[in-house]
């Protein structure tokens, strides 16, 4: 039975106290809540930039990533008076409204780390434009037997084809198996744009594609060796595995945001599962990486981009060829 | 998670441990309301006596037990709490049994178990104590009027109960017409078993698998309540169904532009609260 000791640390403004930071949360790695903590603390600034004003769904893992699993929406209970919060109405929901923590600060962070909140799932929009996604999301996951190289191929097929009509996405690994493509866009556009301009793109690359990506939304139904393009993880409430978000596998690999450079290398390697190339991207690594590489999806990176002439090309290019 | 829906003790031999309890499932089901077709007008309910044909109150309802056709013993709600097993609001510990040994069939709904402050280390003890023996505890409880069997188990940093069905409820499987363990031939044993081997993962992961009833339902409220039809069913060709999105994106660009230029500066409906540190 593991001591239930605290301590208590300081972060920013705020005095925190910390429980069993002995606890094991990866069992075979040997990692404990204290370094879950560390990694956040070493990311701060970076991961911040990317949660800040997004409702913030966590989920928590108490016994560590063999144990049991649960999402928290609604605010922990008992969540401290100066950790941000927003409440909004769910329609059709049990309740009829959730207040959503925000993450909005280094000792927010430290908070929910200390929940043993592994991995931080936000929204796509942010407080107060909560209708309005900051942008288009490609969910790429490979199949079981689909190789590093297939899903580098579809990935950068995806690129090609956002480039044609004038538009630059950014990449990151899911910190699992697979990879997110994302459009940064401009203010204003609504969900229902931002699914449907994915929608096309999917459909088109998928046509392109042949056997290689499937739009199958049943598991069984697809073909193990393809990358299934989702393109319907934006929406009210819809969430995303934050950039420098942990996942619960072992070697607590990290969701990391990757050059295009990198995608291309992956696209020469012979076969490889993508999950073994990903899981490189550690808590133990990351904070190294950050140094060295900067935040590679930073403000210099994410150009927010409108969608009308790229709509317009589409609809020119896309709709003509067969 | 905010509202404790009862709040009582754990009763373990000399141990009382004051707890609430929490809900540790929802239901996720969509709820649709009844309207009246040509003017949307919801639909109510009423109250009416099959003898007189009028409405009744709810303080001249009683409640009858059929006990042969159209003969019913009526009882009050001192008949009611006279039975009232010990309505002493308590989870009573009985015995204590290892896991396996329990059917899954028998569990029914779970509960989160919390400690008010004085129970806190009652509570630790009992869970680690529960953790260490791979036991579980069970128990009898009553919740408002009605008693019920259940377990309590360690889960994390929480003591769960779970409420059981009781022996009568679970119906024997002996009635249905089932195969014994006539020979099966080993050939076909072992493709059986080469079959459950490929499509076995490490881990069940249950996010992996959703709900596409509801989200499809989901999406097409979202779409109607957005004043828009859905683009048609997944039927027609791919190279059509590009046009016929083309349309949706032109048509959907146009509301964001539109809604931008009526919502300039208009907040945003969800509220936020901001507390400045301590």
Redesign the interface.
């Known amino acids: 039975m593991s001591s239930k000791e605290r301590s208590t640390v300081s972060v920013g403004a705020q005095m925190l106290s910390l429980s069993n930071l002995e606890k094991l949360l990866w069992p075979r790695d040997g990692y404990t809540k204290g370094d879950l903590i560390a990694y956040y603390r070493s990311v701060a600034p970076r991961a911040i930039a990317h949660l800040k004003d997004r409702p913030l769904t966590l989920q928590r893992y108490p016994n560590g990533i063999d144990g049991e699993t649960f999402f928290e929406k609604q605010m922990p209970r008992g969540m401290p008076e100066w950790i941000e919060r927003v409440t909004v109405p769910t329609p059709g929901g049990s309740r009829s409204e959730v207040t959503f923590a925000l993450c909005n600060d280094e000792p927010s962070l430290v908070y929910f780390a200390n929940l043993a909140a592994i991995v931080l799932h936000v929204w796509t929009s942010r407080v107060p434009a909560l209708d309005e996604p900051e942008f288009v999301l490609f969910d790429l996951d490979p199949g079981e037997k689909c190789t590093l190289r297939t899903l580098a191929t579809v990935t950068l097929a995806i690129r090609t084809l956002l480039a044609e009509i004038g538009l630059k996405p950014l990449v990151k690994t899911t910190g699992g198996y697979g990879l997110h493509v994302v459009v940064p866009l401009a203010a204003g556009y609504s969900y229902e744009t931002a699914k449907v301009f994915a929608e096309i793109v999917a459909r088109h690359a998928a046509a392109e594609l042949g056997e290689l990506a499937t739009l199958q939304r049943t598991i069984a139904k697809r073909p193990q060796t393809a990358v299934y393009i989702d393109y319907v993880q934006v929406g009210l409430g819809k969430t995303i595995v934050a950039p420098y978000s942990v996942r619960a596998r072992d070697g607590a690999p990290v969701s990391t945001p990757l050059h295009w450079a990198e995608v291309e290398g992956f696209a020469r390697r012979s076969a490889l599962a993508p999950a073994d190339e990903f899981a490189k991207h550690t808590i133990r690594t990351l904070p190294g990486r950050v140094a060295r590489e900067g935040d590679l999806w930073g403000p210099k990176a994410w150009k927010k981009q409108r969608l009308e002439g790229p709509s317009a090309k589409a609809g020119r290019l896309w709709t003509e060829r067969g | 998670?905010?509202h404790a829906i009862w709040s009582g003790a754990i009763n373990f031999g000399l141990v009382t441990i004051p707890v609430k309890l929490f809900t540790a499932v929802?239901?996720?089901d969509?709820?649709f309301n009844m309207l009246h077709k040509k003017d949307e007008g919801r639909i109510k309910y009423e109250r009416v006596c099959s003898v007189d044909g009028k409405p009744v109150p709810w303080d001249e309802i009683v409640k009858g037990y059929e006990y042969e056709k159209g003969q019913y013993v009526l009882l009050t709600d001192e008949d009611f709490a006279k039975v009232n097993p010990e309505a002493t609001q308590s989870v009573d510990i009985v015995e204590f049994v290892e896991l396996d040994k329990i059917s899954p069939m028998f569990f029914d709904k779970p509960y989160y178990l919390e400690p008010t402050k004085q129970g806190r280390h009652a509570y630790?003890l009992l869970r680690?104590a529960l953790?260490?023996s791979n036991r579980v505890a069970i128990a009898r409880v009553v919740i408002r009027t009605k008693e019920y069997i259940a377990a309590v188990k360690p889960?994390?940093?929480?003591l769960v109960l779970e409420l059981m069905h009781w022996a009568n409820e679970i119906v024997a499987s002996d009635t249905l017409d089932l195969p014994g363990t006539e020979k099966l031939p080993e050939k076909e044993m072992q493709m059986a078993r080469m079959l459950i081997d490929t499509m076995s993962v490490d881990?069940f992961e249950p996010?992996?698998f959703s709900n596409?009833y509801h989200d499809q339902l989901?999406a097409m409220?979202?779409?109607r309540a957005?004043g828009?039809e859905l683009p048609k069913a997944k039927k027609a060709p791919?190279?059509s169904?590009?046009?016929n999105?083309?349309d949706?994106?032109?048509q959907?660009?146009e509301?964001?532009?539109k809604?931008?230029s009526d919502a300039n500066g208009k907040?945003?409906?969800?509220?936020?609260?901001?507390?400045?540190?301590?």
């Open positions: 998670m905010a929802k239901a996720d969509l709820s630790a680690e953790a260490g889960i994390g940093d929480a881990e996010q992996k596409n989901l409220i979202e779409a957005a828009k791919a190279r169904k590009v046009v999105l083309m949706v994106l032109a959907s660009l509301a964001s532009k809604r931008r907040p945003a409906e969800a509220k936020r609260r901001k507390k400045t540190a301590a």
